[in-house]
C-alpha cells in the first residue's frame, strides 16, 4: 500500500485557516485536479491536467512525521478522485494522525473510513457549481464531519437556508459552518443572518489564513 503513487501539487506546514480546527497548527497535501470550476476557487494552480507530481504514500507518510504535526488535512483541488486518496487516508489513520479532508461535496465519499473527517463543501449559485452538490454524501456524515457554506451574496445565504432545511443538515449534529467569499460579502451581513435565522449547530467563520497573510498567497 505505501507504494501506491498520488498526483501532488504542494506540502506545506501552517495553521488551520478554516473549520471548527481553525489556528490549528496542521501539515497540508494538496491533490492535483478538480471536477469543478468554480467562480471564486483561489486553487486553479491545483486543478490543470498537467498540474502535480507522482509521490508514494510512504513518501508522503516520512515528510509529515519531519514536521512533528499530528493534525493533517488532505485537500485539493479535488482529494476525492483520486483512488489512493482512500489509502493515503488510511495510512495516514493508521499512523496516528488526526486527519481532515476537504471536500467539494461532489464526488462521493463513501468508501473513506469513517475516521476521516471529512469537511464538506456545500456549493451555492455563486460558485456556478451548486448543481454539482451530492445529496447521497450526507448519509456518511459522521461525529467529527462539518458541513461548510461559502456565500457570496443574500441569495446564497438564502438558498444554503432552503438546501439545509430540506435535506435536514440542521438535525444531523455537524456544525454548519458559514463564511464569505473573500471581498463578496461583509461577514457582518451573514452575522446579522444568522442571528435571524437561528440554524441549530451554525455558526460563523473568517477565513484565518487570508487575514494572516496575502489573500493571494499560495500555500498557507
Ligand atoms: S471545488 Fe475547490 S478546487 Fe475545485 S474549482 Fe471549486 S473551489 Fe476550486
Redesign the pocket.
Known amino acids: 500500500m505505501l507504494n501506491k503513487t498520488l498526483k501532488v501539487v504542494e506540502t506545506f506546514a501552517s495553521i488551520q485557516g478554516e473549520s471548527t480546527h481553525a489556528g490549528r497548527l496542521c501539515f497540508f497535501i494538496r491533490l492535483a485536479g478538480?471536477?469543478?470550476?468554480?467562480s471564486?476557487?483561489?486553487?486553479?494552480y491545483?486543478?490543470g491536467e498537467d498540474c502535480g507530481t507522482l509521490r508514494t504514500i510512504a513518501e508522503l507518510l516520512d515528510e509529515v512525521a519531519a514536521s512533528k504535526i499530528k493534525l493533517v488535512e488532505i485537500t485539493?483541488?479535488?482529494p476525492a478522485l483520486q483512488a489512493n486518496t482512500v489509502p493515503l487516508a488510511e495510512a495516514l489513520l493508521g499512523n496516528g494522525y488526526e486527519v481532515l479532508m476537504e471536500t467539494?461535496g461532489?464526488v462521493r465519499l463513501d468508501l473513506f473510513p469513517p475516521e476521516l473527517k471529512k469537511i464538506i463543501?456545500v456549493?451555492l449559485p455563486s460558485?456556478e457549481?451548486h448543481e454539482a452538490n451530492d445529496i447521497v454524501n450526507y448519509r456518511f456524515l459522521r461525529e467529527g464531519d462539518e458541513l461548510k457554506f461559502v456565500a457570496g451574496s443574500v441569495e446564497d445565504l438564502e438558498y444554503a437556508y432552503s438546501w439545509i432545511k430540506r435535506w435536514g443538515l440542521d438535525t444531523l449534529g455537524v456544525p454548519l459552518l458559514f463564511s464569505a467569499v473573500f471581498g463578496k460579502i461583509e461577514p457582518a451581513e451573514i452575522v446579522e443572518w444568522l442571528l435571524e435565522k437561528k440554524i441549530p449547530n451554525s455558526r460563523m467563520q473568517l477565513q484565518m489564513h487570508k487575514f494572516i497573510w496575502h489573500p493571494d498567497k499560495r500555500g498557507v
Open positions: 478538480c471536477n469543478l470550476a468554480c471564486y476557487c483561489d486553487t486553479v491545483a486543478r485539493g483541488g479535488e467539494n461532489s463543501d456549493k460558485s457549481m
